[in-house]
């Protein structure tokens, strides 16, 4: 499994350290698998499935198959059409009227026309940003035409 967690991280070009962290374990646990002193934890394994979502679990666990789920050349990125990352739509519409012709009638066949009506919404503008740190202090950040009203 040493060997997998390798190429996983070869994959993605991470460090140890930056392996360990981007799937939330301590760098010494990340050292201590590396290094071959403990094997993974049922709790790194499933961290790595988690935050590589493209890794197949036969893979990892039992080296069978591919290192991809369902063969997939490319590794998914935020701009890649892929079922993990096509987003959902949905219709924005606030009200629906649904119409039946009337004209179709007679002939014992309704038609169903859907007629949508949008309702623009007032924009929205941003009044503060804040941003923590790790430290307990932070920052607000006020654009400069909200400073003046």
């Not at 924009?123 to 307990?136: A, H, L």
């Amino acid at each position: 499994m040493k060997e997998r967690i390798l190429q996983i991280m070869e994959q993605e070009g991470l460090t140890s350290s930056k392996f360990a962290e981007a799937i939330g374990i301590q760098r010494s646990a990340m050292s201590h698998i590396l290094l071959g002193r403990n094997k993974p934890s049922l709790d790194v394994v499933l961290k790595i499935l988690e935050r590589f979502t493209y890794v197949d679990t036969d893979w990892l666990l039992f080296g069978k198959g591919e290192m991809r789920k369902g063969n997939a050349s490319a590794n998914p990125d935020l701009f890649t059409n892929t079922p993990e990352n096509r987003p959902e739509v949905q219709p924005i519409a606030k009200n629906r009227e649904e119409m039946i012709d009337k004209t179709t009638l007679n002939n014992n066949e309704s038609t169903i026309k859907e007629h949508v009506i949008y309702q623009e919404t007032t924009s929205k503008r941003v009044s503060r940003i804040m941003v923590f740190y790790s430290d307990s202090t932070f920052d607000v950040f006020v654009p400069e035409k909200n400073k003046k009203e």
